[in-house]
């Protein structure tokens, strides 16, 4: 069974639930949905699998190379959005009111 197999991968790699999710299925649920029954289909099971060999075979390169085994697979670009940046309002702009004036100053 997947999940037993992920659950061994969690205890080893001393990784949360929610991180393994967003890795290797790009959803933080996956593995708190396969504990609460759900079935993956067989491409996602196949892709996960081959997610922790990919994992694995990481970690002893690393070590072999003897760099700090923290290898760490990056989610797909995409997948998250990145912080929304905080727009300042222009200088030059003038407001009516004087609620709308401090806003504007405020910011």
């Keep these: 069974?997947?999940?037993?197999t992920i659950e061994k991968f969690l205890r080893d790699h001393d990784m949360p639930?929610?991180?393994?999710?967003?890795?290797?299925?790009?959803?933080?649920?996956?593995?708190?949905?396969?504990?609460?029954?759900?079935?993956p289909?067989?491409?996602t099971e196949a892709r996960t699998r081959q997610w922790m060999a990919d994992y694995v075979s990481a970690q002893n390169i690393a070590e072999l190379n003897g760099a700090r085994a923290t290898a760490e697979f990056?989610?797909?670009p995409g997948s998250f959005s990145p912080?929304?940046?905080q727009h300042k309002a222009p200088a030059n702009i003038t407001f009516g009111s004087a609620l709308a004036q401090e806003i504007a100053h405020a910011v």
């Design 1 to 4: 069974m997947l999940i037993r």
């Design 83 to 85: 912080p929304r940046l």
């Design 17 to 39: 639930a929610t991180k393994f999710g967003r890795l290797a299925a790009h959803d933080p649920r996956f593995v708190l949905d396969l504990r609460m029954g759900r079935i």
């Design 74 to 76: 990056k989610a797909l």
């Design 41 to 43: 289909r067989a491409a």
